[in-house]
């Protein structure tokens, strides 16, 4: 796994969680919203700047499947591959 893009997802993610201390101590793979602490309507925000920092696109489809914070370096080192 890319730990330079890793870290580039949790500082976007940082951006929308509400308590900014739970990621001093994270656990391997944190859920998005149970760990993290992040309302799942922030997603879209979340995604629109992923969508922007990589220069990609993530489809609709592609946001159920966002439930890990493996699940979306996994997609970003997919669709960077692509470009």
Known sequence: ???A???????ILKK????????ENL????????DLKINS????????????KFNIEIENESLKKLIY??????LIEAKIKMV
Do not use: C, G, S, W
């Not at 893009?5 to 500082?11: M, T, Y």
């Not at 656990?27 to 149970?34: C, S």
């Not at 309507?41 to 922007?52: F, G, H, K, S």
């Not at 914070?69 to 996994?74: A, E, R």
């Open 1 to 3: 796994m890319n730990e």
């Open 5 to 11: 893009l890793k870290n580039d997802i949790l500082e």
């Open 16 to 23: 929308y969680a509400i308590n900014k201390k739970i990621f």
């Open 27 to 34: 656990p391997e793979n944190p859920h998005i919203t149970n």
């Open 41 to 52: 309507a922030r997603l879209i925000d979340i995604v629109i700047d992923m969508e922007e």
């Open 69 to 74: 914070l493996n699940d979306i370096v996994q």
